[in-house]
């Protein structure tokens, strides 16, 4: 019978051990999870004080508004700078609030709820920057080449017609190309590490989980 008990005390402590470590991996995951949505809110407030203050930093910045005027689009200029702070400020809160919900979680489904959501506002806010970035850039360039007598000489130097279409749109395409992977390469380098380590951390929890 001692015998008997012995062994039921020694699964005891197994099973403790057990729920003792499932604790720790769950405060460990909570810890890495919470580190990185800080670094991610850090990231974006940079960014967000960056734009806020890069009309100041730039001498001829607000000279660029007269060109936008020339080239027909100094409304539609004004109109994406407001929207960019907007967006920036709303995403700026978004990482935020994930933050401390973060911090606030006591089980697992709610920590996993929460990553996969701060993981959410992470992809739209690349997506929109990547987005919004590329659609001014085009619509600029297309302008330009309309409207700027610099841009339409050299697009009508050796073809006019339909070829000087045809390079504008190539030119239009390959700039923007070039602009975008320098983008996704910065979004990557700044926010992509952290994007990726909380999916690694759901994974983490999902394991814990079972």
């Not at 007269?66 to 407001?82: G, P, Q, V």
């Not at 997506?127 to 700027?148: K, W």
């Amino acid at each position: 019978m001692n015998k008997l008990d012995a062994l039921k005390q020694e699964w005891k402590n197994q099973r403790f051990d057990l729920q003792l470590s499932k604790e720790e991996l769950y405060a460990l995951t909570q810890k890495k999870s919470i580190s990185s949505i800080k670094w991610i809110f850090i990231f974006s407030c940079v960014e967000f004080f960056s734009y806020l203050l890069f009309p100041f930093l730039i001498p001829d910045y607000f000279e660029a508004f007269d060109y936008y005027r020339s080239i027909h689009l100094y409304e539609f200029s004004i109109i994406i700078s407001i929207l960019g702070y907007v967006f920036l400020s709303y995403f700026m809160i978004q990482f935020y609030l994930n933050y401390n919900k973060i911090k606030a979680s006591d089980s697992i489904s709610i920590l996993i709820e929460t990553i996969i959501k701060s993981r959410k506002s992470v992809n739209k806010y690349i997506l929109y920057n990547l987005g919004v970035f590329i659609v001014f850039l085009g619509v600029v360039l297309i302008n330009a080449f309309r409207y700027d007598e610099n841009y339409i000489h050299l697009l009508n130097q050796e073809t006019g017609g339909e070829g000087s279409i045809i390079q504008m749109v190539v030119f239009i395409i390959i700039i923007m190309i070039l602009v975008l992977a320098v983008l996704i390469g910065f979004y990557y380098l700044i926010y992509g590490r952290y994007f990726f380590k909380l999916k690694r951390h759901i994974q983490e929890l999902n394991q814990i989980e079972d």
